[in-house]
């Protein structure tokens, strides 16, 4: 006797995004609430929705396509030299020493800032973060960066923190967060 398998060929789906929208429905506008409008989530890492008692804000699904096609990233320069490296010691975080252990100085700011956008923008897309704090200055996330020692004795890791903006847009706000 012959056993027919039929085969069926499942397709993966693709990741699934929310846009957070801010309706306009009332005088009474929370800031947290504002501050989500137009930002983008992985489904399972949007904030609380809805946010409180009568909650105006609803959820938009965003086609993935232009998730990987229009989300950005911005790691400012300056984030790395002079604030991370902190030559004359003007904020005196100490935030460069494990860096600096690491065989990283002020001279690869141009690397890491890059490194940090890369690496940050598809940890992002991925769905790859951390929900942070969020108040009337936005929702922080974080993403875990990986480089490799100096040396070249095996990789090392580190937290940044993030703000997310509207349209896709993430913007680093702390370049070392700690291991
Ligand atoms: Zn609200
Ligand atoms: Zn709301």
Redesign the pocket.
Known sequence: MSCYVRKTYLQPSPPKWDM?I??DLSDNH?E???V?HECWFEKKKTPK????P????ILVDIQYNTVLSLSSCKCPYEKIDPYLFDPDNFYKHGKSAMLESWGYTIQDSTYLKEEIEKQGLEKYRNGDYTLGQLNAYGQRISIRVELPRKNGDGMVSFITGWMVKPNGLIQLNTPFGGK
């Open positions: 957070w801010h309706r929370c947290e609430c504002l989500l929705w809805p946010h409180h009568f909650c105006h804000c």
